[in-house]
């Protein structure tokens, strides 16, 4: 009878803790609603956060990491979803931990996500994150090749943003790709590339004059041009 008794007081007390437990969902999904209508980053993280405590999900997981990586905690956005790749890894998870090690100088363990974003949707915003680390890896050659596939696969209406200067701006991603591949000629030979990395500079520029970098690079090339050039005299 005693053991009767027990076993009815459980049954009832999980069935309980799984009412609660669906209203608590219901709730947190209820706040995440109203704190994504906001537009409060901080009550989207807190409602996903609870609601991952109560439900875990991967999906859900993936996008708590967006949105800190899209705040720039990068940090919090890899201690949620991890930094290894996985066969079974979401697009988005690939490109949180790509965008995430990238802004935290992991260049090398970025780059492995990089290439199989590539991989996966090729297209020339991730070839230029590509090209960028592997010119900063000093890996000039394959660098080059994920260039000329962004200049020819490039539109006219596709643009990247620069953050160098104190006002961000957007110059044409062609451009971007031109001044890209001027660097990476200047540094695979520094001394013997620098009237060819200021060609590629003045393509850029041809495009977009305005574009800041090309104009601050160009200027640096030539510079050092005058400078090597008084050296010789």
């Given at each position: 009878m005693k053991k009767l008794v027990?076993?009815?007081?459980?049954?009832?007390?999980?069935?309980?803790?799984?009412?609660?437990?669906?209203e608590l969902v219901k709730h947190f999904e209820s706040y995440y609603q109203q704190m994504k209508n906001h537009g409060d980053v901080q009550g989207i993280i807190n409602a996903m956060t609870h609601l991952e405590v109560l439900s875990p999900l991967q999906a859900r997981r993936?996008?708590?990491a967006y949105v800190y990586a899209s705040e720039g905690r990068n940090l919090e956005a890899l201690n949620t979803i991890g930094i290894?790749?996985?066969?079974?890894?979401?697009?988005?998870?690939?490109?949180?931990?790509?965008?995430a090690l990238k802004a935290l100088n992991q260049r090398e363990k970025a780059l492995v996500h990089y290439e199989e974003l590539f991989k996966r949707k090729p297209n020339p915003y991730i070839a230029y994150e590509l090209a960028d680390l592997k010119i900063q890896l000093q890996k000039f050659v394959e660098a080059k090749q994920n260039i000329e596939y962004g200049i020819a696969n490039s539109k006219d209406d596709m643009k990247?943003?620069?953050y160098e200067s104190q006002q961000p701006y957007q110059t044409s991603l062609k451009a971007a790709f031109l001044c890209l591949k001027g660097l990476a000629v200047f540094n695979e030979d520094q001394k013997g590339n620098?009237?060819?990395a200021i060609q590629f500079m003045n393509d850029a520029l041809a495009i977009d004059p305005n574009f800041n970098l090309a104009k601050l690079s160009r200027e640096a090339l030539e510079a050092r041009r005058s400078q090597e050039a008084a050296n010789k005299n």
């Open positions: 027990f076993l009815s007081l459980f049954a009832f007390t999980l069935q309980v803790s799984a009412q609660s437990n669906s993936d996008t708590l290894e790749l996985g066969t079974g890894d979401s697009d988005l998870n690939v490109e949180v931990k790509a965008i990247r943003s620069f620098v009237a060819t």
